[in-house]
Structure formats: structure tokens, C-alpha cells
């Protein structure tokens, strides 16, 4: 062994990250989010959370991200994604992956509750969401301006050039 091997730090490893049924809940009126990876374990670089959305219940406007890709893997249920002008069922074992400048939503429009596994990578968008809860937590309905700012702080904006 070399000197220089003899007196380098030793080299640590990550610490494993093992998430229960518990964790940190996001409630976005019909929607509960379960945040699952914020980021801190996998440096930031993903974040991963698990979203059951009421029957009947509609998405955000359609809108796109600057500078991060967004998935969604549908565990039960059915989701519509809207992509610009084109609609898409997404059924239980569906996997949608949403490039960066993509415009976007989703609804669940049926009778029976969605259950969907959402990764953000990078994790980037995992605080917009708790930043919405607590405007909502405090009876504050945001304005559309509002939402228009609260996207901006996380390299989001609403599609507004779709018919």
C-alpha cells in the first residue's frame, strides 16, 4: 500500500434510506400526497411521492417544467393525462414520464379513487407542493397570479399558448 493510500479519509457510504407507512402528508383539497424521497437521501437528485386522488377529482392547468422531469406510475385506478391536445388513460401498471417544457395535467374522472407513484427528478418540485398546502392550511385561496409566482419559484409556468 502506497503512502498516499495510507493516509486518504476513508471512504463513506450513504446511508439507506427505509420509508414506513408513516412519513410527511401533503392534503391538496381532493388529494392526499404522501412524500415518500424528498431529495435529502439521494441528493437531491429524485424525489419520489405517492399521491391518492378522489374520484372526481381534477388536476392542475395544464403546465410545463424547466428543469425537471416528472413521472407517474399508476398503481390503481385510472388517471387522464392531458399532453397539449391529446388525451391519455392511464390504467393501473401505466407509466407516464414527462420531460422537461412538455405541457401537462391530470385528473382522475372516475367513480373510484387513483393511487399514482410520482418521481421529480431532480427533487425540485416536492417543496412547491408543501409551499400550496400551507396557503391552503391557512384558508387562503391562491390567486391565479399567486399560483403563477409560486410555479416561477420552481422553474414551472402554466401553459398558457393551448387552446
Known sequence: MTDEAKTREPHT???VSVVGAGGETIVL?????RILEDGSHTGHRLA???SVLAPHTQGPP???HARHDEGFYILS???RFTVGGED???AAGTLVMVPPGAPHTFADLTDRPAVMLSTFTPDLYVQYFRDLQEVLADGRTPTS???IDAMSRYATEP???LP
Not at 383539497?29 to 400526497?33: A, D, E
Request: hydrophobic content about 25%; aromatic content about 0%; cysteine-free.
Open 145 to 147: 397570479q399567486g399560483g
Open 13 to 15: 457510504r450513504p446511508a
Open 62 to 64: 395544464q403546465h410545463r
Open 159 to 161: 401553459a398558457t399558448d
Open 88 to 90: 391519455h388513460d392511464a
Open 29 to 33: 383539497g381532493t388529494t392526499r400526497m
Open 77 to 79: 385506478g385510472t388517471v
Open 48 to 50: 419520489i411521492a405517492e
